[in-house]
């Protein structure tokens, strides 16, 4: 298991050697999305202005401050508090996400399924696990909020975020097709008959 | 004693702001339980980080997690407690929408056809505001839970029939804790609902869910249920974060009613590692406020 360390945007050749069990840590670039932000991009033709070609996105929605534009805060968004959300709610869009806008990397928590699997082996793309409920410690790693596209749906605009040292981050979906999470849910399927068995429930 | 409802809504802007920054010690002192026992070592790094978090959010004072969740107010009302009901919710609604919006908090409450947020943690029927009694004189309880989505999201419901017996609910639990898997971020409280009617069955789930950690349910059979599913789910090695390992969940709580002779019901609601309560007691010579 190995640790890397990316400035963004990344390569395809970075994102193949990556494999599940490494870490990464992310530096300079990061956009945030959510639900919203994919049902309008990919379900209501709605285009963004910026360029995800090559980056990384975390499944987000944060709790941000408007204030006057400055360069601590160029978008007038000062972060109060980011972190990030259950992944699999937005598990359709992963295709899309790498396909039209180029996206190497999402991050997020829970995990994505056999499509997103698929998507990262084909075109060369990886799923970092990121903790859930670690938002104040996250927040920490985020220095500027750079600009808010598709604003009229914040908190679920499509942001860009200035980071340092934003990780270390679990490679938990490969572009091998591997997924830590079918791991631990094939133990779970294993463990089952025996759970139930502890509690008098024959199977 | 009349209700001053001023300090209301006060107190409802300022328990919604405290419940997203400040962990309950049971649920800090659960975390350090599970740390002791954890044997993976993903699951102890994962443990470790959400420990962090606990104090970079005090240190930073700074709120627990990005989700502010859906607000709920849990009111009970003493003995003696004179207030008028609707203006009660009415300053417990405005104290909420003014922790969003003078703090500021991300509003996560959307209207559910037209997905427009009104930006002030506010909407039809929400904050969810319940109202019960007891029969402590002279006193007024708010507890406020900011429920985090990732894990209400986690929530069924099963009319298992007569015929299916503790069995099938046993086996509804654990396998809706497989199905929901890192996506409720465990470790979690299971919350375990049994009997009632649909309605009253998702509720006890939601009050189990949210229940202190070390409380056991007040029904005994009830209470070994408990004991049993907690072993078991923890048995099966989903892990913090879904990412495998022994902490699936800091505990199952059940909460028990009866039901009709035809009906075997089962809820399950989940509550996420932040396990985020405050509460404000109301008595004649103050308020008191804690968890």
Known sequence: MADYNFSMPCTEDDIRKLRIGDHVTLQDTLFGIRDATQIHMFDKGRETRLDLNGHAVIHTAPNVKKVPVSNSCPAGYQSICIGTTTSARMERFTRPLMERNGVRIIIGKGGLGSDSAAAFKELGGVYLAIIGGTAALETTWIDRILDADLDDLNPESLWQFEIHDFGPLLVAMDANGDSLYDAVRDTAEERRAAALASMGVDT | ?291
């Open chain 2, 1 to 291: 004693m009349k209700i001053d409802l001023e300090a209301i809504e006060e107190t409802a802007k300022l328990l919604y702001i405290r419940a997203l920054k400040v962990l309950p010690d049971d649920i800090k002192d659960g975390f350090q339980r599970l740390d002791a026992s954890e044997t993976d070592a993903t699951g102890k790094s994962i443990l470790a980080t959400m420990i962090k978090n606990i104090d970079v959010a005090e240190d930073t004072d700074n709120l627990l997690c990005q989700d502010t969740g859906i607000p709920i107010y849990n009111v009970t009302i003493g003995r003696g407690v004179e207030t008028d009901g609707i203006d009660l919710k009415d300053a417990i609604r405005k104290g909420c929408a003014r922790a969003t919006t003078e703090y500021p908090l991300r509003s996560s409450v959307v209207h559910p056809v037209t997905r427009v947020n009104e930006h002030t943690s506010c909407g039809h029927r929400v904050p969810v505001i319940n109202i019960d009694f007891s029969d402590q004189a002279e006193e007024l309880v708010i507890e406020m839970i900011p429920k985090g989505s990732g894990s209400e999201n986690g929530s069924f419901l099963k009319m298992c029939i007569p015929a299916e017996g503790l069995g099938g609910i046993k086996t509804f639990v654990i396998d809706k804790v497989m199905e929901a898997g890192g996506k409720v971020c465990p470790p979690t409280i299971v919350g375990v609902g049994v009997g009632g009617t649909a309605d009253l069955c998702s509720k006890l789930a939601k009050i189990a869910a949210t229940r202190p950690l070390g409380s056991v349910c007040g029904d005994p059979e009830g209470a070994k249920l408990e004991q049993e599913l907690g072993r078991a789910v923890n048995s099966l090695g989903i892990g913090p974060q879904g990412l495998g390992g022994d902490s699936t969940s800091f505990a199952v709580h059940v909460e028990i009613a009866a039901t009709h002779i035809t009906m075997n019901p089962v809820a399950v609601n989940i509550q996420c590692h932040s396990a985020r309560r405050a509460r404000a007691t109301f008595k004649p010579d103050g308020v008191e406020i804690g968890f």
